[in-house]
């Protein structure tokens, strides 16, 4: 089973911005598709944006369309997620996964943890 590493993490001031990184181990996630999910403190985890296995389809949720943009560099077995603009909202632990029959499919990984004050 792939193993996710989360990275990139940070306290920033509002308006900041930063790169988040999920890189895998134990084998690859090239055909895979990749989503990010975030938790907020005494929230439920909620899906973030997701990205096809080649890159080339994009989805994200309403509350950060414009802001952050997910990619993926899969010669190097690592998705990003480049968040700009950010908002003391987004202050959560952020987590990568694999998504298969549209929804999380692999062991949660430990998470980034992302902090904005404002």
């Known amino acids: 089973q792939v193993q996710l590493v989360e990275s990139g993490g940070g306290l920033v001031q509002a308006g900041d911005s930063l790169r988040l990184s999920c890189a895998a181990s134990?084998?690859?996630?090239?055909?895979?598709?990749i989503g990010w999910f975030r938790q907020a403190p005494g929230k439920e985890r909620e899906f973030v944006a997701q990205?096809?296995?080649?890159?080339?389809?994009?989805m994200y949720t309403d509350s950060v369309k414009g802001r952050f943009t997910a990619s993926r560099d899969n010669a190097k077995n690592t998705v990003y997620l480049q968040m700009n603009s950010l908002k003391p909202e987004d202050t959560a632990v952020y987590y990568c996964?694999?998504?298969?029959?549209?929804?999380?499919?692999?062991?949660w990984g430990q998470g980034t943890q992302v902090t904005v004050s404002s």
């Open positions: 134990g084998r690859t996630f090239t055909a895979d598709s």
């Open positions: 990205i096809n296995s080649s890159g080339g389809t994009t």
């Open positions: 996964n694999v998504i298969r029959f549209g929804r999380p499919y692999s062991s």
